[in-house]
């Protein structure tokens, strides 16, 4: 079958980062026919053939061994060499993947919740990007006969063992690596003098961040280790997360928290108070701070990005959400010569296109075209550092304008698309049940560049959007007070929960 008849069949499609599905569809066949699928893409590339090796890592979710394997084992049937690189940040894995022109997939759900699971699939050179998906699509897999069993299992004798760290090959040199890459680019001392908690949870990321900033010079307390898969979506933060930071930040007199989604290429900071910072912020000051010449970001983010972008003589671009469309945005500014150019994401995660000179000392950062969660948190961190300022004051400076964000869960994408398409037949009777014409003024904009994006008399944006990942509907409110905004998104919330 072609892939694309994998996925009517399975529900295992592409979303916004790669192919995702609940575990129960996820079968070791389907992982196996969409490698499959992916190498014979690459094969067409120039990018694959017999003896090269792939390498393949996952995050720390229960259905992550077994999909590695299945991958591992589609590598093998066609005729390359399977690395297995443990379980590591997405960002680490295309570190070390991208220097040595290696393909690479990492086996991760991302924020999601435990019953789904993914694939994330990238070229030697970078991500795969939209075009790819198509073409991939259209790749026809044929598999082998008796290598499944009747529930699309790989058979019990099958070569290819679980991964775990006995077999992780590359595991600790790649940390090594990654770890590497920011001590040199910012110094043994930068972050000395902090007190930092690291939020660990179920991060895959959780242990090398707290090796980067040790050798960064800061104080560091493990927190909230966990050993059971949560969720953590740094874009609708859960409310017990909010609860503990402040905990945490007050019993510990903490500078600051850090933590990550769970395939670790997405932040999330807190500042002094236990405060969470958004992504998008943290992303604009930290394209700041490290002096960019132009700026992609997706439309959902702050608008806070155009002034600085006024100040500071930016070009800036914004995209459909979703890092490949960020990643062809800042390919395009590249080779017109806007650099350096960065990108960054709502959800905090930072993307860079080329090298990058640090702003005060000696020596420039290599570019890394994917998601990165270590990054941003430290230049949020220097940045505020190195101004004297405690987070929170810090942050209030760099941006006037308020982001928040939450998402309905388990309402399928078809009901989202139906709500939004109601919504746009008739605008005025829809926003007066969400509460939005007494308390924002009139619709003087839309915008549908990725989802249904409106902007009122009073400056307030409300953004809605089916995710691309999950069974949810995405919701993004912005306004000039953070008041204002969880006022907003409680209305819209309630409005479309009914």
């Not at 009777?429 to 939005?436: A, D, N, P, T």
Request: net charge negative.
């Amino acid at each position: 079958m072609k892939i694309s008849e994998w996925m009517n069949r399975s529900g295992v499609k592409f979303g916004t980062s790669g192919a995702r599905g609940l575990v129960a569809a996820m079968t070791d066949e389907v992982c196996f026919a969409y490698t499959v699928g992916f190498l014979q893409h690459l094969e067409r590339q120039g990018e694959f053939k017999p003896g090269q090796p792939i390498t393949i890592a996952g995050d720390l979710r229960p259905s992550s061994p077994r999909m590695m394997r299945a991958c591992m084992a589609a590598v093998e049937y066609m005729g390359g060499k399977p690395v297995c690189a443990g379980f590591v940040p997405t960002p680490a894995l295309c570190h070390h993947s991208y220097s040595r022109a290696m393909a690479s997939i990492m086996v991760t759900g991302s924020h999601i919740p435990d019953d789904r699971n993914g694939l994330k699939f990238n070229r030697a050179q970078g991500e795969f990007l939209k075009p790819d998906e198509i073409a991939m699509r259209e790749e026809d897999v044929t598999l082998p006969d008796g290598l499944f069993d009747g529930q699309g299992m790989l058979a019990q004798d099958h070569a290819i063992p679980l991964p775990d760290q006995a077999c992780s090959q590359l595991q600790p040199e790649l940390l090594r690596q990654y770890v590497q890459r920011y001590e040199d680019f910012f110094g043994s001392s930068a972050l000395k003098g902090l007190h930092i908690g690291v939020y660990q949870h179920s991060a895959v990321g959780r242990d090398v961040l707290k090796v980067v900033l040790e050798r960064l010079g800061a104080q560091v307390m493990p927190l909230g280790r966990s050993e059971r898969f949560i969720p953590v979506d740094t874009e609708a933060v859960r409310p017990e997360d909010v609860t503990l930071a402040r905990q945490w930040a007050t019993e510990h007199g903490l500078d600051a928290i850090v933590t990550t989604d769970g395939d670790s290429d997405r932040p999330l900071l807190a500042d002094e108070q236990g405060n969470w910072i958004r992504g998008d912020v943290l992303g604009l000051v930290s394209a700041g701070w490290l002096g960019a010449g132009a700026v992609v970001t997706p439309i959902s983010s702050n608008t806070g990005l155009e002034e600085m972008a006024r100040q500071q003589g930016l070009q800036t671009r914004r995209t459909r959400i979703g890092s490949p469309f960020v990643i062809e945005a800042m390919t395009e500014l590249t080779k017109a010569g806007q650099g350096p150019v960065v990108g960054y994401e709502a959800n905090g995660g930072f993307l860079t296109a080329e090298a990058l000179p640090h702003p005060t000392r000696d020596g420039s950062l290599a570019p890394l075209p994917t998601r990165d969660a270590v990054l941003p948190l430290l230049c949020g961190l220097m940045a505020a550092h190195e101004n004297k300022l405690p987070l929170s004051a810090y942050f209030k400076k760099a941006c006037q304008r308020v982001t928040v964000s939450d998402r309905i869960q388990n309402k399928p994408r078809e009901e989202s698309l139906g709500l939004i398409q109601a919504l746009r037949a008739e605008p005025a009777g829809h926003l007066e049940k969400m509460g939005l014409t007494a308390q924002c003024g009139a619709l003087v904009d839309t915008n549908e560049l990725d989802g249904h994006r409106m902007t009122f008399s009073s400056g307030d944006v409300v953004h809605l959007r089916p995710s691309g990942n999950a069974p949810e509907l995405r919701i993004y409110i912005e306004s000039d007070s953070a008041q204002k905004a969880e006022q907003l998104l409680a209305n819209v919330l309630k409005a479309l929960s009914q």
